[in-house]
């Protein structure tokens, strides 16, 4: 069975402090690494794919990077709308989903 | 990106009776939605995956006959909680599959059971 797992669980960053989220995973077959962002009582937001160790995606503070047995979502230079869940799933014919990283930044 | 709606955003009901959530694809057809339900600090559980057309696929451990799964068209799927309990209240979330693997989730319904 697919299994996601993500550490932290939490993180308390001061605003413009960067730090890295880690998502480690077993999958017999990966069709995909999917990172979300959930803000309470809302629905995951999509942020990025990656299907291929090495790959790298970005998107504003946010870098999402792959290896064979983990991913990383960085967050450089955190503003307090980056406060929120980051999932991480992987894909293998369903998605997967890991308990997730409740990112706080403080002004 | 895509954009999936869901209504109710929340309801209240008592013991015993249904409720019928919706999940729309707004600007897309979705042969496929799937149907997450997600408690407290817990990451979200897939239910079940709803195939336009067809029955829907239940995961291990989902009661079929009690989250009737409902995908008559290709911008909707239903989910109707029969004879719910307080155990029921949850966060229920629907996706819709856009391209070969990518999901795009709706707002999600709190369902809360008196």
């Known amino acids: 069975e697919d299994q996601v797992t993500q550490s932290p669980e939490a993180l308390r960053l001061q605003e413009g402090e960067s730090s890295s989220l880690n998502c480690s995973y077993t999958v017999s077959g990966l069709r995909g690494l999917f990172w979300y962002r959930q803000d309470p009582g809302k629905g995951p937001e999509f942020l990025f794919t990656?299907?291929?160790a090495g790959e790298e995606k970005e998107k504003e503070r946010l870098k999402a990077t792959l290896t064979k047995k983990e991913s990383f979502l960085h967050i450089t230079a955190p503003k307090p709308e980056d406060s929120a869940t980051y999932l991480c799933?992987?894909?293998?014919?369903?998605?997967?989903f890991g308990a997730g990283t409740t990112v706080t930044v403080r002004a | 990106g895509a954009v999936v709606s869901q209504h109710p955003s929340w309801v209240i009901c008592k013991s015993g009776t249904s409720v019928k959530i919706e999940c729309r694809s707004l600007d897309f057809q979705a042969t496929t939605m799937f149907w997450y339900r997600q408690f407290p600090k817990q990451s979200l559980m897939l239910m079940a995956t709803s195939n336009e057309g067809s029955k829907a696929t239940y995961e291990q451990g989902v009661e079929k006959d009690k989250f009737l799964i409902n995908h008559a068209s290709l911008t909707l799927s239903t989910l109707t909680v029969t004879s719910a309990h307080p155990e029921d209240s949850s966060f229920y979330i629907c996706?819709?599959?856009?391209?070969?693997?990518?999901?795009?989730f709706g707002p999600g319904t709190r369902l809360t059971v008196l």
């Open positions: 996706s819709a599959r856009v391209g070969n693997n990518e999901q795009f």
């Open positions: 990656l299907y291929s």
């Open positions: 799933a992987v894909y293998d014919y369903k998605l997967s």
